[in-house]
């Protein structure tokens, strides 16, 4: 009698439960006498079906067996082989993925590199540099600058008391409390930051068209520097907008007529008196003209104007020539005096205290090398006629006393936004300076940090600031021993203009 297939259902249970039915034909299986003992474990893979076999050597490989894919692994029998992607170019996935790879590492290399170039760009590290460069450039705060030459003690001393002239007091003209106090603009602003009872000047009031003038200027410049506040403009925005409104402004209160606002935002600066350090990376000053130097631009400074009577008499004697340190054809022509960088709210105050700082060092190295070297211009008497040589005793007698670098010092301004802040920059040498070399030994600038509340954006800073500019033009075109003018680019330019002269009478 056959055995009975261990598939087959055993219909006298059927009335068992369907639990204990299932258990029992899972125990006829496996208990089965037909069925080999090594089959029964579930897990055994000998009796699993056998894999497929591979495509032999003669066999056509399919167009997708050149993407790289092991064409051996079969990951589901049951499930077609899928056509490999491809991109729009006819690359396949897997190159796709190594291009993009190779891209992506590139650009991760390049952003490294950038941002080390970056490091080595930045404001701060620069201005490091100018420490050890050639000539050198060294910036301090003045309550702290260590190494003040002595004969330049009393020049600074001078020049700091003379620009803290009238910032605590009577530095609102006389007479304008009571238009100021009618104007709505102001009202609010008053509430919080009231002008003191000390702030106005005593003497007499301004004519009522320059007074109206005044304020008229002023509520602009307040409306102005709120504007570029709330709408985040950047540095030609605040030039626009706040600075030049404000120069114009001083200029009308202080200036005499006597100034140019001068935008020197394009102009070069003549390599001669640029400093050279070999740690100071520019991409933008390796392609220019002064490779190798350290170049920053400023945004603006002060001419004495050609248009001004007392002024325009020297200029014409001296016939264009160069009288500052400029490429600029036209400026290069000018009396300059002092320097304003400028940066938008939130701008970084180190970059404008390095365009500031290599400014001020190539306008000073400019004018002592300008003074020494037209020092001895006068032509001396005690000669029979211009082509003998004069005596000693003749050249002692009628050579100009040397110029006295020590007057060479100016006031210099950066601002940030709303804020302004003022320096002081002058020459250093160890001795007395008897030519060009000994005359670029160093350049030190000076921050005033207790000049208090330079700032645009209330009525009181704004007249505050009119002020300090004032002091500056003031000093600059001041006739007496003390002042810039009478001390040092007076007698300098005359001295120019008279080799001029000279020149053309040969």
């Not at 006389?174 to 002008?195: C, E, T, Y």
């Not at 002058?426 to 070399?437: N, Y």
Request: one cysteine or more; a negative charge.
């Amino acid at each position: 009698m056959p055995s009975p297939s261990p598939l087959a259902i055993d219909l006298s249970r059927a009335s068992e439960s369907p639990t204990n039915r299932i258990e029992a034909w899972l125990q006829s299986v496996f208990d089965s006498p037909g069925t080999p003992t090594e089959s029964r474990h579930p897990l055994n893979h000998d009796h699993l079906p056998p894999p497929l076999p591979s495509p032999s050597p003669l066999q056509r490989k399919r167009a997708s067996d050149d993407s790289g894919v092991d064409m051996d692994y079969r990951g589901d029998p049951a499930s077609p082989s899928k056509r490999q992607r491809t991109g729009q170019d006819g690359r396949s996935a897997a190159e796709m993925t190594d291009s993009f790879t190779r891209t992506e590492t590139a650009q991760m290399t390049s952003t490294a590199a950038s941002n080390r170039s970056n490091r080595s760009k930045s404001p701060a590290r620069q201005k490091a540099a100018l420490v050890t460069a050639r000539p050198a450039i060294v910036q301090h705060s003045i309550a702290v600058a260590p190494d003040i030459p002595e004969h330049m003690m009393a020049p600074l001393q001078g020049l700091r008391m003379r620009m803290r002239n009238s910032l605590h007091s009577g530095y609102v003209p006389a007479g304008l409390k009571d238009k100021l106090l009618a104007v709505d603009a102001f009202k609010k602003s008053f509430k919080f930051d009231p002008i003191e009872e000390q702030a106005y000047a005593a003497g007499e009031q301004l004519p009522t068209a320059q007074a109206d003038e005044i304020l008229r200027r002023v509520k602009e410049i307040f409306r102005k520097t709120q504007h570029c506040q709330d709408t985040n403009k950047d540095e030609n925005g605040w030039c626009v907008h706040v600075v030049l409104p404000l120069l114009d402004l001083v200029n009308l209160m202080y200036g005499q007529d006597r100034w140019m606002p001068e935008s020197v935002q394009t102009q070069g600066i003549d390599k001669a008196y640029l400093s050279y350090a070999a740690d100071f990376s520019d991409k933008d000053t390796e392609k220019s003209e002064n490779a190798g130097s350290i170049f920053r631009k400023t945004d603006f400074c002060f001419a004495y104007s050609p248009q001004h009577e007392k002024y325009e008499a020297l200029y014409n004697r001296l016939r264009k020539s160069v009288i500052s340190h400029t490429t600029d054809m036209s400026s290069q022509c000018l009396a300059l005096f002092s320097g304003i960088e400028v940066k938008k709210a939130a701008g970084s105050l180190d970059e404008a205290q390095l365009q500031i700082s290599i400014w001020m060092a190539a306008s000073l190295r400019q004018k002592a090398e300008m003074a020494l070297r037209f020092a001895h211009t006068e032509e001396p008497h005690g000669t029979d006629s211009a082509l003998q040589e004069p005596t000693a005793a003749a050249v002692e007698e009628s050579a100009p006393p040397k110029p006295d670098l020590s007057a060479l010092i100016e006031p210099a301004i950066t601002i940030v936004g709303r804020e302004h802040k003022l320096y002081y920059a002058f020459l250093c040498w160890d001795t007395v300076p008897v030519g060009r070399a000994s005359v670029v030994d160093k350049v030190q600038v000076l921050f005033d940090n207790n000049v208090p509340g330079l700032f645009t954006d209330s009525v009181p800073g704004i007249f505050r600031l009119a002020r300090l500019y004032g002091n500056i033009l003031e000093y600059g075109m001041d006739e007496g021993i003390d002042g810039f003018w009478g001390r040092f680019m007076g007698p300098v330019l005359e001295r120019v203009a008279k080799d001029v002269e000279a020149r053309r009478q040969r």
